[in-house]
C-alpha cells in the first residue's frame, strides 16, 4: 500500500505546501488554527485523498500527487564532513545543494572526512534507506592504498572474516591493483557501511590505510569526467535503474499534496 493510501502526516503534508515548518504546523494545530473537514486538526493526525484543510481563511483540498526523485552524485574532497551541521564549522556535503520544497537531502551512506570519492544524495528515502540497510547486499567500491607489505595470507583472512571491536566483517572481493613495496593499492568491496570499516579491516593485519576513495556505491560509479568537489545529477532513466537494482518499483509511490481552494464566500450582513 503506498504512502498517499494509508494516508500521510498533515504536518508533513503542510510543510510541505509551503505553509511553514513542520514545528510551526504543529504549534497551529495546538492553538487549534487548523481544522480538517470542519473538525479541529489533532496533532499527528493522517490526511487522506479529498480531504479539505482549512488554515486561516484559506482552504485547501487533499490530492495525490506524483513523487519524483532525485539523486546526486558527488565527488567528495578530503576534509569535508558528512554531517548537516559541524560543531568545528568544517564544510559539510549538504552546503551549496540545489534547494527542495518540503524535502531534504539524504546522504545514502557517509564517508568519514579523511576519505574521498563517491558519495551520493537523493530526496528519496526509500531508496536511501533500501541501498543503505546490509540485509539488502548492497556492495560498495573502494581504491585504496595500504601501506605495508600485504600477503596473501591476509587477503584470505579479510576475505573470510575477521573479528573488530564491533563484530565480525570481511572484504566481499580484494584485488590487487598497481604499486609494489609497502606502498600497494588494492580495490575491495563490501556490503555494509560500518564506521571506519574499510580502515580497520586493513589495520587488523597490521597494515594501514595511506588513501581511501570510494569509486562505486551498487550500480553507480563514480565517472572520470566528476571532478572531486563537484557533484552531478543523474537522470530520470538511470534513477528508474538504480531504483529497480535494489528491488524497488522503477517509480516512487505518489504521495499527498494540497490544492488551493476558492476563498469562503462570506453573505453579507444587513437586513432582508
Known sequence: MSDAARGERIQKVMAGAGLGSRRKIEAAIERGEIEVDGQQARLGQSLQEGQVVTFGNRRFEVETAPRSTRVLMLNKREGVVCTRGDPEGRPTVFQGLPQLKGERWIAIGRLDINTTGLLLLTNDGELANTMMHPS???DREYACRVHGEVTD????????????????????DVVRSGGDGENEWFHVALLEGRNREVRRLWQSQGVTVSRLKRVRYGAVFLPSRL???HREELKPRDIRILRQDVGLPARPAPTLR???LRPMRRRPSGRR
Open 258 to 260: 494540497l490544492k488551493g
Open 136 to 138: 539488502n547486499g548492497v
Open 227 to 229: 571532478k572531486v568537489g
Open 153 to 172: 595470507e591476509m587477503i584470505n583472512n579479510l576475505l573470510a572474516g575477521v573479528t573488530l571491536e564491533d563484530g565480525v566483517a570481511c572484504f566481499s
